[in-house]
Each structure stands twice: as C-alpha cells, then as structure tokens.
Nanobody, 121 residues
Framework: QVQLVESGGGSVQAGGSLRLSCAPS????????MAWFRQVSGKEREEVAW???????NVADSVKGRFFIFKDSANLTSFLQMNMLKPEDTAMYYC???????????????WGQGTQVTVSS
C-alpha cells in the first residue's frame, strides 16, 4: 500500500518562502503524477500544481510566478516551492498522486495527511 508522506509546512511572514515535500512510501518506480492541493476550512479544495514522471508540470494561475513544482526522480519525491507568500496562501496543503499505468493527473487515488501553511501579514 502506497502512502504519501508530506513535510515542510509551518508559519511564515508575508513575503517569505516555504518548501513542501511529498515522498511516496511503498512505490519503487514507474509512471506517476503527483499534485498539490490546498484547502481552507469551509472553502473548496484548490489544485495548486501537478507534475508527471515525464517532467510535464503545471501550476495554477493563482500562484504562477510564485509557486514552483519540481521533483527528485531518484527518490520519487515532489516539492512545492512557495515564494512571496501571501496571507491568502494560508491553508492546509495536501499531496495527492496516482501511480502506475497511465497515471493521469486527475481523480487522485492517494492522498497525504496534509500539512498546514500559515502566512501572517
């Protein structure tokens, strides 16, 4: 059973940076798509970025130019680099993934436990 282990959340002042990481345990390699979502209590979950094992990647327009997604292929770990953070970026951030087969970047089967990001003004 694959599990996603997230780390890197925390509290930062506006304008600061944080890097989130997501590492899959129990998956040794092959096609995948890993994504980052965020959710504020009472609001809809928002997909922030995704990246495929083929290097294709995308970030949401709302964070483009500030957030970057990249991966460490050797460790199958994805990273969300968040720069110039704003108070409105405050949310619980979740890693999600599909592994094997086509590994579409949608309808993710695997989810991490979430990591809180808090940005103060």
């Amino acid at each position: 059973q694959v599990q996603l282990v997230e780390s890197g959340g925390g509290s930062v002042q506006a304008g600061g940076s944080l890097r989130l990481s997501c590492a899959p345990s129990g998956y040794t390699g092959g096609p995948y798509c890993m994504a980052w979502f965020r959710q504020v209590s009472g609001k809809e979950r928002e997909e922030v970025a995704w990246i495929r094992s083929t290097e294709w990647a995308n970030v949401a327009d709302s964070v483009k130019g500030r957030f970057f997604i990249f991966k460490d292929s050797a460790n199958l770990t994805s990273f969300l680099q968040m720069n110039m953070l704003k108070p409105e970026d405050t949310a619980m951030y979740y890693c999600a993934a599909n592994f094997g087969g086509v590994a579409v970047c949608a309808n993710y089967k695997y989810w991490g436990q979430g990591t809180q990001v808090t940005v103060s003004s």
